[in-house]
């Protein structure tokens, strides 16, 4: 059974369309994030939500909508799609103390914005 | 400002040599965590370094956390193809990890 999937693997669309990313976890983790990795391969957290609620909220467009309708789901919406948008985004979940038992990812979606 | 500098950027070896990676910042840590990604995959959690001057082995790669628990390094013996990957140093907070920006390294057969 895989930890925590991501759905869809890839996804190509045009600029302005509205796109969602789903994501799941099995492991029973009360926190899940999401990350892009841009072509550098540098990931940034986005977002993070701990038992549905959001604890972090780093600098991203508001075009960029979390929703976790329970513990276990993640799902990233985005609205009017633009070119940089384009990247690889992970979703990740994790126990209370990520510092000692680290963080399981997703495969990531990569998201091609032409 | 990048919270953890990693070197080198890039390293392409041949298959059996040796190769040091080194993460390094100038904040202290309570714990420093290494993770290895795949083309097409997630990083993974190779290991979690906690007590300055530690060094914990996993098959080929040894890891070690500065005493003063500012540094990590991750050395590899006989490096082989499977060893490809990106090689992320990470920091676990509060709610979220910060990365370095990795080491990717190639092993050529």
């Known amino acids: 059974d895989t930890a925590v999937s991501q759905t869809p693997k890839y996804l190509v669309t045009q600029m302005g369309n509205d796109k969602s990313i789903k994501c799941e976890q099995n492991l029973g983790h009360d926190t899940m994030y999401w990350y892009k990795q841009d072509s550098k391969k540098f990931l940034k957290i986005m977002f993070s939500y701990n038992n549905k609620e959001l604890i972090i909220n780093e600098t991203v467009p508001n075009r960029f909508s979390p929703k976790s309708p329970d513990k276990a789901h993640l799902n990233l919406h985005i609205n009017s799609l633009e070119l940089g948008d384009s990247a690889v985004y992970f979703c990740?979940?994790?126990?209370?103390?990520?510092?000692?038992?680290?963080?399981?990812f997703g495969s990531g979606t990569r998201l091609t914005v032409v | 400002t990048q919270l953890l500098e990693q070197s080198p950027q890039f390293l392409s070896i041949q298959e059996g040599e040796n190769l040091t990676v080194y993460c390094n910042s100038s904040?202290?840590?309570?714990?420093l965590q290494w993770y290895r990604q795949e083309p097409g995959e997630g990083p993974v959690l190779l290991v979690t370094?906690?007590?300055?001057?530690e060094v914990k082995k996993l098959k080929r790669l040894t890891f070690q956390f500065g005493d003063a628990r500012k540094d990590s390094s991750l050395h590899i013996t006989a490096a082989q193809p499977g060893d490809t990957g990106l090689y992320l140093c990470v920091w676990a907070g509060s709610y979220q990890l910060t990365f370095g920006k990795g080491t990717k390294l190639s092993v050529i057969p």
């Open positions: 990740a979940s994790s126990q209370v103390t990520p510092g000692l038992y680290g963080y399981t």
């Open positions: 370094v906690v007590t300055g001057g």
């Open positions: 904040s202290v840590f309570s714990s």
